[in-house]
Nanobody, 127 residues
Framework: QMRLEESGGRSAHPGESLTLSCEAS?????MAWFRQAPGKEREGIAS????????YYTDSLEGRFTISTDRFKSTLYLQLNALRPADTAMYYC???????????????????????WGQGTQVTVSS
């Protein structure tokens, strides 16, 4: 059984940086970060294939965020740089075991592709 717990969310000013963490346990091959802004649907923003460290990002980030893990692959990180008010959202960690069918990279940012979720951590960006 997987367990995911996010932390690191806080209030920040535009232009600042912060790092989100997700402590994880259980069998998993893919992990990802999603976010849900007020009044909007949850969107996948970054995924990571744990065995290969292959990362995939949504285009809208413009290279500002970086997904990574620690050496034991027990903690997933999301480094957020050059924060904007539009980055204000609840950020969620998601994970899934090895897929048993063919999939595309785009699948790794789809909400229904993941089997387990954390409770979320809030990031608020304002001046």
């Amino acid at each position: 059984q997987m367990r995911l717990e996010e932390s690191g969310g806080r209030s920040a000013h535009p232009g600042e940086s912060l790092t989100l963490s997700c402590e994880a346990s259980g069998p998993r091959e893919y992990m990802a970060w999603f976010r849900q802004a007020p009044g909007k649907e949850r969107e996948g923003i970054a995924s990571l294939h744990l065995p290969s460290n292959d990362a995939y990002y949504t285009d809208s980030l413009e290279g500002r965020f970086t997904i990574s893990t620690d050496r034991f692959k027990s903690t997933l990180y999301l480094q957020l740089n050059a924060l904007r008010p539009a980055d204000t959202a609840m950020y969620y960690c998601a994970a899934r075991p090895r897929p048993n069918s063919r999939y595309s990279r785009a699948s790794t940012l789809q909400e229904d592709w993941y089997t387990d979720w954390g409770q979320g951590t809030q990031v608020t960006v304002s001046s």
